[in-house]
C-alpha cells in the first residue's frame, strides 16, 4: 500500500494529450528507422558499414525497434517498452561513441521516451518526483 505522500494524483487532460504528443515523436521515429532498417536503401546500408556492423544484422534490429516499440505503445507494457527502448537506445548511443560520431538523436529520444510515459502514468510521477523550490 503506497502512503499518502507517495500517491500522485491522475494526469490531467492537457497532460494526457502533451504526453501522446511528446510519445508520439520517438515513437515514429523508431517505426521510421525499423522500416528504412528493412528497405535498406544505399545511405542505410552505407551507414551499416561506417558504424561497423554486418549489413545481415539490419532485419534482426529492426525486429527488435518494432517490438520494443509496440510494448511502449501498448499501455499494459509501456514500462516494459521504455525499459527496452532505453537499452536499445543506449546500444545505437555506445556504437555512435566508439567511432567518434555525434549521438545527440538517440538521447533525445530516450528523453523524449520517458517524457512521454512520466507525463501519462501516476506511477512513474510517483518514483521521479520533481519538487517545486520553496
Avoid at 12 to 21: C, H, P, Q, T
Avoid at 34 to 57: N, Q, R, Y
Wanted: aromatic share 8%.
Amino acid at each position: 500500500m503506497m502512503s499518502s505522500n507517495s500517491q500522485t494524483l491522475p494526469a490531467s487532460k492537457k497532460m494526457l494529450w502533451a504526453s501522446y504528443v511528446v510519445s508520439a515523436l520517438p515513437v515514429l521515429a523508431l517505426i521510421m528507422s525499423g522500416t528504412m532498417k528493412i528497405m535498406k536503401p544505399p545511405d542505410v546500408v552505407k551507414g551499416f558499414a561506417d558504424l561497423g556492423w554486418p549489413e545481415s544484422l539490419a532485419l534482426a534490429l529492426a525486429v527488435v525497434e518494432f517490438v520494443c516499440t509496440l510494448l511502449y505503445v501498448i499501455p499494459q507494457t509501456a514500462v516494459l517498452g521504455a525499459i527496452l527502448l532505453t537499452g536499445y537506445l543506449g546500444g545505437a548511443i555506445a556504437t555512435h561513441v566508439r567511432i567518434g560520431e555525434q549521438f545527440v538523436a538517440p538521447v533525445v529520444l530516450g528523453v523524449l521516451v520517458w517524457l512521454g510515459l512520466f507525463l501519462r502514468d501516476s506511477r512513474i510521477r510517483a518514483l521521479v518526483r520533481l519538487r517545486r523550490s520553496s
